[in-house]
């Protein structure tokens, strides 16, 4: 099966439709150019004065010619600007909305050298102990912050292996590059079997790798530590809700005296108490 492919010019909520039909088919698909390769600049400018701090070599899975450069939202007010684009809320709700509520776990952004070698298969939800969920629990990204090739590293991604169970297993010729022109997203369930590509190109592979769980779940990253009320108080309530200063499920996330956790970021607000999220309708 190749990587399902999706065009949101001219038609959005039919881009959206044919998207969260491909995730259900394939666990994966790529929604190219959804936005200008210029947002993509402007994010990988804004994360410049960072990367030299990014962790390489630490494991062969982290990749020891790949840089990983941490918290994103908070170091780029472009990449905050995108990280609630339509599509992926919309994907996040068809694919999670069977949970009482979902949110954002954790961004990096993902360079992959000259010379890299190809990461090693896996689900991003074994993070979560290995546990087989019997329902999806993540929806994850890339978006393309330079052109994705075969060549440069490109995701390698297994389509339709979302549908097995953790004890498949899979080989490189079982993979498909997701390519993807500078602008484009990638977009694929926890399930789904991938990795990142070989770089046998000159130059490097830049991602922005996204997560997004259901709200059960620890955050892979503390949004607390990287996004604290203090730093956060001009930010958009959907944006501080979808990070997670929400309540979540029934009885999570609340604070203190049965406090909603944007009272912490606004405490000159009113906001109602109790434990429990009620699914809306
Ligand atoms: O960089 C990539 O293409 C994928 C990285 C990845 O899947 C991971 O680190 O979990
Ligand atoms: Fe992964």
Redesign the pocket.
């Known amino acids: 099966m190749d990587v399902p492919r999706v065009s949101i010019e001219g038609d959005e909520q039919g881009a959206i439709a044919a998207a969260v039909s491909a995730l259900d088919d394939a666990g994966c698909c790529v929604v190219e150019r959804l936005v200008p390769t210029a947002v993509m600049d402007d994010i990988a400018a804004e994360l410049a004065a960072y990367r030299g701090r990014a962790s390489v070599g630490a494991s062969d899975?982290?990749?020891h010619a790949?840089r990983?450069t941490g918290a994103p939202l908070a170091r780029s007010a472009t990449f905050r600007s995108i990280a609630t684009h339509p599509v992926i809320m919309a994907a996040c709700d068809a694919v999670l909305g069977h949970a009482t509520s979902w949110r954002f776990s954790a961004a990096?952004y993902?360079e992959?050298g000259p010379g890299e070698s190809a990461?090693r298969l896996?689900r991003?939800q074994w993070k979560y102990d290995m546990v087989d969920f019997a329902d999806e629990v993540e929806l994850n990204g890339?978006w393309a912050i330079t052109d994705?090739t075969e060549d440069n590293?490109?995701?390698?991604v297994v389509p339709g292996s979302h549908r097995g169970d953790n004890r498949e297993r899979y080989d490189d010729g079982d993979t498909r590059p997701?390519e993807m022109t500078k602008g484009s997203l990638l977009l694929y369930t926890g399930t789904l079997y991938?990795?990142?590509?070989a770089n046998r190109s000159g130059g490097w592979?830049a991602?922005l790798?996204l997560q997004h769980a259901v709200g059960w779940l620890t955050q892979s990253t503390n949004q607390f530590l990287e996004c604290p009320p203090a730093d956060v108080a001009d930010w958009p309530d959907d944006l501080l809700r979808f990070i997670g200063y929400a309540k979540a499920g029934n009885g999570l996330g609340y604070w203190r005296d049965s406090e909603d956790p944007l009272a912490a970021v606004h405490p000159d607000r009113e906001f109602d108490r109790g434990w429990a999220t009620v699914r809306p309708g």
């Open positions: 899975f982290e990749g790949t990983r990096e993902i992959i990461q896996h991003d890339m994705f590293g490109a995701t390698r997701a991938h990795g990142g590509g592979r991602g790798s």
